[in-house]
Structure formats: structure tokens, C-alpha cells
């Protein structure tokens, strides 16, 4: 905008006769609109400051946007309701992993307890079978040193009647198989004897002993069985 310079317009009123029969002239007066005296920056809009109102209007309505509003961004737009349950999420997962770890450790461990029970399970009876290998020894040695038959077969049945007791004690059973009644799961027919087609099969002679380890068979009775 520029300023206007205005040309005095003279008032009749203005004009006065002087003594002397002659009109003074006035001196000009310079006028300047004040309304336009200010020239708008650039910054400022040009609508006569209407859109600068809306703008501020809008820039404040974007600072005081509510949470979750597309002006608010950040940790402060999340609902406090998600917030917690991540929270309490990672706590259920550390809480997890540590209960996994643990169980991976309590597995090894009791892995590890199982096989050495079982090791040492073993170790109560050998102790007492080594006295039976002591016996043998001191049998063969007497044998070799006087070759009496009579009393290398003494030393082997007390030698022999140590180690079942041992083995009885440790709840080892021999299965009483000759004369009985074929039994298929105490007993195992190696041979089969001539006899009777419709009689009963019996266990007519016993070639190799079965056992049962506290009642439960670890090896049945080979036998020959007959029809009676």
C-alpha cells in the first residue's frame, strides 16, 4: 500500500479579503491516510487478518487436541488400559522363561539322581558277592595246591550255598518247574517227550534253572514237557 497525498481543497471560507484589497494565499497541508500508513509483512495474511484468526484458532485447536486425536501423538495416546497390559504381559513371559529354565534344570537333575541311584543300586549286593569270589579264589588255590577232590567239592558247596543265600536275599527265587504243570510264562518247552495225545502237558525234566526276582520272572524254567 502506498500513501496518498491529497491536494488542500480551499474553503470559500478560507478565502479573506486582507487589507491592501488583495487575497493571501494559504500554505499547503499535507494529508495522509493513516488507515494505509502501515504496510502488512509478508508473514501476515492478506485477508485482513481473518485467516490470521482462523489459524491461530487452528494451531490452538491442534495443541489442545484429546488423547488419541490425530494432533496428539506419542506414549500419552495410548490408552493406560493397553499400557497396563503390556505391562503385565512381559511380566507373564519373564515369568515364564524363568519357570522353563527351572523345569530344564529340575529334568537334568533328576535325570541325573535316577542314574546314579541306579548305579549305586547295584553296589550293596556286589559287596556281598565279592566275598563269594573271595571263597573261590581260596578254593582254587587249595585245589592246586592239594589236588583233593573231596575237599575241593566241600569248599565249592559252602562257596555255592553262600552265594544263593545272597542272591535269596535279594528276593532271587528259583522257580520249582520238574513234575508241575506246563506253565507258558514260567516255563519254556525246549523239548517235547513222546507220551499221551489228549493228556495234560507237564514239565517232564528241567535243563536249564528259571528264576523270580521278587515275583517277578526274569527267566523262565528250559524244559521237556510230556502229555500225561
Not at 74 to 90: C, S, T
Not at 122 to 127: D, F, G, N, Q, T
Amino acid at each position: 500500500m502506498t500513501h496518498h497525498e491529497e491536494e488542500p481543497q480551499h474553503d470559500p471560507r478560507e478565502s479573506a479579503d486582507v487589507p491592501g484589497g488583495g487575497e493571501t494565499p494559504r500554505p499547503k497541508v499535507r494529508v495522509t491516510d493513516r488507515r494505509h500508513s502501515a504496510r502488512p509483512t509478508d508473514d501476515a495474511p492478506r485477508d485482513g487478518g481473518i485467516g490470521g484468526a482462523e489459524g491461530s484458532g487452528s494451531e490452538a485447536s491442534r495443541s489442545e487436541a484429546p488423547p488419541g486425536a490425530d494432533g496428539h501423538a506419542g506414549r500419552d495416546a495410548i490408552d493406560p488400559r493397553v499400557l497396563e497390559a503390556e505391562r503385565e504381559a512381559a511380566e507373564y513371559r519373564d515369568h515364564l522363561l524363568r519357570l522353563q529354565a527351572e523345569f530344564d534344570n529340575f529334568r537334568k537333575r533328576t535325570l541325573r539322581e535316577q542314574s546314579d541311584s541306579v548305579e549305586r543300586a547295584a553296589e550293596p549286593i556286589m559287596r556281598r558277592l565279592l566275598d563269594v569270589l573271595d571263597d573261590f579264589d581260596l578254593a582254587l588255590m587249595a585245589a592246586e595246591r592239594t589236588p583233593d577232590l573231596e575237599q575241593f567239592m566241600r569248599g565249592v558247596e559252602i562257596v555255592y550255598a553262600k552265594l544263593t543265600d545272597i542272591l535269596s536275599a535279594e528276593g532271587l527265587e528259583r522257580i520249582d518247574a520238574e513234575g508241575k504243570p506246563f506253565d507258558p510264562e514260567l516255563h519254556e518247552a525246549l523239548m517235547h517227550a513222546e507220551g499221551d495225545v489228549d493228556g495234560e502237558l507237564v514239565v517232564d525234566d528241567v535243563f536249564r534253572q528259571g528264576y523270580t526276582l521278587k515275583g517277578r520272572v526274569i527267566r523262565p524254567a528250559g524244559v521237556r514237557v510230556t502229555r500225561k
